[in-house]
């Protein structure tokens, strides 16, 4: 067998971020690998901010995405949970150290080591390549698998928008029939948070800036309060937590006003300047603010199988593969509801 395999994507090859066909190789199929055909790839802002070098830390050439599904095609000789023909996934990461604390307690998204599907390092010096491409190859530890009849294309968000925010829902006991808890940011996170939030039992309220999405928040995803900026006062005191998915620089002090005391702000959105942290709101009823990041494999299972049960999918609008700069331009001034997701099976060509 040989070492490499051939494979072909779209990527950025400067901080342009503009994405054109590339030919270039994945590792062939180790003992404990799984290989298999992409079919769909979400696309996540951060995609964005990475191929353009928002961040400083981007590495060329980039093929991105890590919102990935797709049908196994092979599996290496040591392989155990999977078989060719399997529907499977990957998400943000492909790799960990296995063996300190944060992996022994099955959250490898925090491990030093963690390695991300895309833009990372391994240990040869190559680089990570992502899932707008033909194939992908990952050991098995770090692939999920697909329930059976659960639509992939408006599903394949989920291993980074579902994870992100269904974990700091449980982490922080907001997953509880009964609570009362806001959505802050109704967009590609904020959109899936509510279904999330509806599955658990709970009253929802949405708060955002843009009085064009209350009835979509009300009528189609179930919530129960829609709030703009000037109407916040008068939920005060009212909310046992609060999921903060806006990126944008923004006060997190009429949030902590909403909320009971003990009550919980959680952070999720990544604005590009730090937030003022206001001390005497958090003290005087022992608020907290918190943050969170994805999850480790065994909670993102759990999570895409509960999306599953309940039916909890993104609103997406599936695009080809040569549409996908087009999609960054409308990603960068907020034009998708809520999530894009790239036909890679079916639109990517090697003429193009």
Known sequence: MANTVKALGWGATNSSGHLSPLEFTRRATGSRDVQFKVLYCGVCHSDLHLIKNDWGFAQYPMI???????????????????????????????????????????????????????????????LTYGGYSDLMVAEEDFVIRWPDNFPMDRGAPLVCAGITTYSPLRYYG????????????????????????????????????????????????????????????????????????????????????????HGKLVIIGLPEKPLQLPMFALATERKMIGGSMIGGIK???????????????????????????????????????????IDVGNTIKADQ
């Open 174 to 261: 907001l997953d509880k029939p009964g609570l009362h808890v806001g959505v802050a940011g109704l967009g590609g996170l904020g959109h899936v948070a509510v279904k999330f939030l509806k599955a658990f039992g709970a009253k929802v309220t949405v708060l955002d800036i843009a009085p064009e999405k209350k009835r979509y928040a009300l009528e189609t995803l179930g919530a129960d309060q829609y709030l703009l900026p000037h109407e916040l006062e008068s939920a005060k005191g009212t909310l046992d937590g609060i999921l903060d998915a806006v990126s944008a620089f923004h006060s997190v002090q009429a949030y902590l006003n909403l909320l009971k005391p």
């Open 64 to 126: 991105p995405g890590h919102e990935v599904v797709g049908v196994v095609t092979e599996v290496g000789s040591k392989v155990q949970k999977y078989k060719v023909g399997d529907n499977v996934a990957v998400g943000v990461m492909v790799g960990s150290c296995r063996v300190c604390e944060q992996c022994e307690n099955n959250l490898e998204n925090y491990c030093p080591e963690k390695l991300d599907t895309y833009n990372g390092v391994l240990p040869d010096g190559s």
């Open 299 to 341: 909670e993102t299972q759990e999570m895409i199988d509960f999306a599953a049960k309940h039916n909890i999918l993104p609103d997406v609008e599936v695009i080809s593969m040569d549409y996908v700069n087009t999609a960054m331009e409308r990603l960068a001034r907020g034009d998708v509801k809520y999530r894009f997701v």
